[in-house]
């Protein structure tokens, strides 16, 4: 008697070298997409006697196997069961583990520090809302390892509302653990503030105010980062909406000096955070606080009209150091980037000729036979509306009477404007014995990394917009969780470097000829961007989000082989070596 095995022609057994070890022994499924083929490890069937593997082998090929032999047999039948997604997990997770964060949310596991764990995880794979998780941990629906690797099968979304709760009250322990792992006394502390808008009408958080996602139909809540030089963050702090730089920075200064227990702290914030009013209120008189910023344009344009800024400064060098009576006790470091200049000038130009292209059709209105504007207050109207929508009202001359309109351009005002293109200047009380005027520069520039940690929240990489939450703790809460995911995705980041488009050997501040200019990408970086694989060809480079995508191709399912001796046992598709060297760079288990 013999039987018959009904097979899906997609799938085939592959043995795979594994150097000192015996082969990993794979049921492999393939498929074409895009006219490429495609293939992915189902089970690792290592495990079972060869004798099942090749009764296995030839049903797939759909040979006819005598009953004694044969797997597919009532007798002896393979069936894969609840094959998850795994390998991404389980790396982000140990990632947690060994970046120290695991074990700063709390010494000791418990339910809520599994589910803050979980929301962690699952922030940097989706990006999806609380309840949405609930669902990736449940079995039923469940894509991912997430639930079984963290036992939350039975997760209910109350509990995740709870775990927020129990994690608001340990944000100030973790921040202060995070700030001293990453901050050292003296050491400089980058802030800025961003803002999310917010779907909904109930929460007091949210509000209208400039809004840094050009939505100013929606309500926002601002949100400021702390980060150090090398761009770990170590904090956030959250605001309503309609607050301002101004009122974020000494509680900045508060949090700095006191929950982090800095004493000697150098603070870095752009021209609006740091304005002359909060270095006098908040920053000159307190011991060990010192500060690097910039002038806006205005006080840049005051110290040209004077003489305190020529350019016969930058003959031979893009920076120069002055001193002016304004701001004693005080470095300025002069900076020009022609490369800005141009890009400036090119804009105003651009900018001046639309604005005269709208200029242009209300002369048209008031010249027209046919009733024409007239009237100088409803001429005047028309012009309003339309002199300042490309923020250029300020470089025109505007002639209006009953029946006639005119314009021209003020070239006083543009040349004044055009004599500080390119032109930015670094206010700072860091001593030089401290700090040399290149190094000045390049940690202002540094801000550079909060601005990118911004991006990371608010992208698909993170996806903290928009903030559904109706209670202000619950919002705290979760931008505090997105702080955490990018904290996490920085340091794989790192660990990553080889493997992306990461400058791994970015020249030092000592190393670069000009620090006001972009930094140049090294030869190995440009190398990297050119064959995009690594030196020595081995491996692809990628993005962090194909990384991740990648790492989920390893997948965990159950197995049953009836009346076998195993019965019924779980397995781990076995990493390919592109997969293995992700993970060995990780620092993650091999066995996951």
Known sequence: MQWRVAYNAAMYIERVPNRNSPPAVLLRESWRENGKVKKRTVANLSGLPDELVEALRAALKGESIPASEGIASPEKAISLHDIRQHGH???????????????????????????????????MINGDSKLAMVRHC??????????????????????????????????????????????????????????????????????????????????????????????????????????????????????????????????????????????????????????????????????????????????????????????????????????????????????????????????????????????????????????????????????????????????????????????????????????????????YKNLEMVERAFRSLKSIDLNVRPIHHRLDPRVRAHIFICMLAYHIEHYMRRRLAPLIFMDEQKETVAERDNVIAPVKRSESAKKKDRIRRTPDGQYPISSFRDIIKTLSAITRSRVKVKDHKKGDFKTISTPTPYQRKILELLGSPRGL
Request: net charge neutral; with cysteine; hydrophobic share 40%.
């Open 89 to 123: 997990v389980a790396a982000i997770h140990s990632a947690l583990k060994k970046s120290g964060l695991l074990g700063m949310i709390d010494s000791k596991r418990s339910r809520e520090r599994d589910v803050v764990a979980a929301m962690v995880i699952d922030r």
């Open 138 to 443: 449940a079995p039923q629906t469940a894509s991912t390892s997430l639930g079984e690797l963290l036992s939350l099968e039975d997760l209910h979304e109350n509990e995740c509302y709870a775990a927020m709760d129990w994690l608001l009250d340990r944000q100030g322990k973790i921040q202060k653990k995070l700030a001293k792992k990453h901050l050292a006394d003296g050491d400089p502390v980058l802030f800025d503030l961003s803002s999310s808008y917010f779907e909904g009408q109930c929460c007091e958080l949210a509000q209208f105010g400039y809004s840094r996602d050009h939505r100013s139909d929606r309500k926002q809540v601002n949100y400021g980062i702390y980060c150090n030089t090398a761009g770990t963050p170590i904090g956030v702090e959250v605001l309503p909406g309609n607050e301002s730089d101004r009122v974020a920075f000494p509680i900045a200064v508060e949090r700095v000096r006191k929950d982090f227990n800095q004493k000697n702290v150098i603070f870095i914030g752009d021209r609006g955070m740091i304005s002359g009013k909060a270095i006098d209120e908040y920053l000159r008189d307190e011991e060990g606080a010192d500060w690097i910023t910039a002038l806006n344009s205005a006080s840049i344009a005051k110290l040209e009209r004077q003489g305190s800024i020529q350019l016969t400064f930058f003959d031979e060098h893009d920076l120069a150091n002055i001193t002016h009576p304004d701001y004693p006790d005080e470095r300025l470091i002069v900076c020009r980037n022609p490369d800005l200049a141009k890009r400036r000038a090119k804009r105003r130009e651009a900018l001046l000729q639309a604005t005269e292209k709208l200029l242009a059709e209300i002369a048209k209105k008031v010249e027209r036979k046919n009733k024409p504007l007239r009237g100088k207050d409803v001429i005047g109207v028309e012009a309003g509306k339309i002199i300042n929508k490309k923020k250029m009202g300020k470089h025109f001359i505007l002639a209006i009477t009953d029946d006639t309109f005119a314009f021209e351009r003020n070239e006083e005002k543009i040349r004044a404007e055009a004599a500080i293109d390119g032109l930015y200047v670094i206010r700072s009380s860091v001593d030089k014995t401290r700090m040399t005027d290149q190094e000045l520069v390049a940690n």
